[in-house]
């Protein structure tokens, strides 16, 4: 193990945070991040300050290693006979007064996305960015960590969590060391832009990300459908979109969406049943027959799920506990620390690969998993006082065991995750859903989650998945000139092109754009840039192919 020299960071700038050392293999300069200042635990209820300094800090029988990796620093944890809930590291540090401060999110993004001024309160899931009007400095963990992560800058410093919890109670890790985080740091290059320091960042952070092989692009029946479904829209929808897409070396994805699944009946005292994913209902029929009619059309099938909505087959003892605010649930969950559990996720995702579908849009896992939008973890992932059956692992080793069981399942299947947590789908999934749902309905919907979530999390764009915006909801509801901007930008940008199309709102214009964006969306895009991110959390002025496009999303 290497040993650094302890530094006392107190009034330093945020670029203290960082020395430059040698990578022993390439003999390449790099910047890695110093060790904290204060190392603290947070076991029932109670923080006990941890002595050090140095890479070894202990109370009782706790023991938390810093140790110097080939980037950055590696945390790992031992703490026998104790139960934890979060670790805090502190660098103790002052920021320029005007700095800006941007985070991510732990799942998907609301909306919410913006450089701003320094709050305490405020929580940087998994990464944070400091722009101080010249430089832009970045500090966070890779992805695949064991804890979920969250930065938090004030006047004090700044302060990394990680998070231990197994549900709403602590981990009891026993005798194991547990590898909780690998911490790293960068500074903006003399020719980036802030975007460009985030997008070369995010790289850092995703060693080994799992990328689709050709840009992909299609359909999806969400946004006009809203649920109401059939075989026979599945069809004529295909259909229509098909003839406008010709690149038959990179052929369009038809995703059916929610709707196609057998309902079971809900309401019961004992328990709330949801659908069974694993049978269609009537208005789909056999789910092969529909994904061998969507290849006939020219498109290649692909299929949403649902896969821990519990239903009427699961057992009562295989169902996460009832929590906090679940007093009359409307549906319950299986519990994925169960091991014939994940063994059913997995053969549901092999069903539909032996059906035919080549896509597998899997959703609403983190909500299943925790009660709680990601919008609503500001305080805490979930309520206090319940645990997984398993006790002996995290809340982020629950959900890459579950993770790692759908993508062994999925074999050579595309996974788009949706509602899934960012930084443990990186090197899962193909793809993710970056923002929450836009919209067929309400243009000012589409241009909040769909423009602020592109702008603000296309750096994680091809450095830790395909970053899906989400569709185009092109309906009669919406006019025609606002959802052509949001087309473009999508079509532009490189991030992954869906539209739901509305068959009455498809008329000979929108016929000639729709083909001549699946032709540019079939072949590689540059990635776009925000230029005026910095100050419109609904980015206007972009970088496009080379040119400064202006958009109107008023």
């Known amino acids: 193990m290497l040993r650094r020299r302890f530094l006392q960071l107190s009034g330093f700038s945020a670029a203290s ?11 390449e300069p790099f910047q890695a991040i110093h060790i904290p200042s204060e190392v603290e635990v947070l076991s029932l209820g109670k923080w006990f300050r941890l002595t050090g300094p140095g890479d ?16 950055g620093v590696k945390v790992e944890l031992t ?4 139960e934890i809930e979060k670790l805090r590291l502190v660098w103790k540090l002052a920021f320029p007064s005007d700095s800006k401060y941007l985070g991510d999110h732990w799942e998907r993004s609301y909306g919410d996305l913006a450089w701003e001024s320094a709050s305490p309160k405020r929580k940087a899931p998994w990464y944070l960015l400091i722009h101080d009007g010249r430089d832009t400095h ?16 004030g006047p004090q410093g700044l302060e990394l969590f990680l998070d231990t919890h197994s549900g709403g109670s602590g981990v009891i890790p026993g005798d194991r060391t547990i590898h909780l985080a690998e911490i790293l740091g960068t500074k903006s290059l003399p020719s980036e832009t802030p975007f460009q320091t985030d997008a070369r960042f995010c790289k850092m952070m995703c060693n080994k990300p799992i990328l689709p092989k050709k840009p992909v692009y299609g359909i999806n029946d969400w946004y006009f459908a809203y649920g109401n479904n059939s075989k026979d829209l599945i069809l004529r929808h295909t259909s229509l979109m098909a003839t406008l897409a010709k690149d038959s070396s990179n052929p369009p994805f038809s995703v059916i969406d929610d709707g196609w699944s057998l309902k079971s009946a809900r309401g019961n005292d004992e328990c709330c049943w949801g659908d069974d994913y694993t049978r269609s209902n009537s208005k789909f029929g056999d789910m092969s027959v529909v994904a061998t009619e969507i290849k006939k059309l020219g498109m290649r099938p692909g299929l949403w799920t649902r896969p821990l909505l519990a239903n009427k087959n699961d057992k009562p003892t295989a169902l996460i506990p009832l929590r906090e605010k679940d007093k009359k649930p409307k549906d319950r969950y299986i519990d994925p620390t169960i091991p014939e559990n994940l063994q059913k996720i997995a053969d549901t995702i092999r069903l539909y690969k ?32 319940w645990h997984f059956n398993d006790r002996s692992k995290t809340n982020a080793e629950i959900i890459l065991e579950l993770y790692g069981a759908i993508r062994q399942a999925a074999g050579n299947m595309y996974l788009i995750g949706c509602n899934t947590m960012s ?32 702008g603000f999390r296309l750096p994680q764009h091809n450095t830790f998945y395909a970053a899906d915006g ?4 092109l309906t009669t509801n919406i006019p025609w000139k606002e959802n052509k901007q949001w087309l473009q930008l999508l079509t532009e940008s490189s991030a992954p092109l869906f539209i739901s199309a509305q ?11 729709i083909k001549k964006s699946f032709e540019m969306a079939a072949g590689l895009q540059p990635l776009g840039e925000p230029l005026d991110w910095l100050n419109n959390p609904r980015p206007a002025l972009w970088k496009l192919n080379g040119r400064s496009v202006n958009f109107d999303w008023s």
Request: aromatic content about 12%.
């Open 17 to 27: 945070l960082l020395l430059t050392r040698i990578n022993p293999v390439s003999g």
């Open 138 to 153: 970045a500090f966070g963990v890779k992805t695949g960590a064991n804890s979920i992560c969250y930065w938090q800058a």
């Open 423 to 454: 930084h443990l789908s990186a090197g899962m999934f193909e793809l993710n859903r970056i923002g929450d749902d836009t919209s067929g309905k309400e243009w000012a919907r589409t241009v909040k989650m769909g423009v602020n979530t592109l």
């Open 56 to 71: 070894r800090w202990t109370y009782q029988q706790i023991v938390v290693l810093l140790e110097d990796s080939m980037d």
């Open 503 to 513: 068959p009455e709102a498809v008329g000979a214009e929108q016929k000639l754009v």
């Open 79 to 82: 703490a026998p006979g104790r």
């Open 354 to 385: 032996n059906w035919g579908y080549e896509l597998v849009k899997q959703d609403y896992s983190t909500y299943d998993l925790f009660g709680r939008w990601g919008f609503e973890m500001n305080e805490e992932l979930t309520s206090p006082g």
């Open 470 to 473: 989400d569709c185009v909801g």
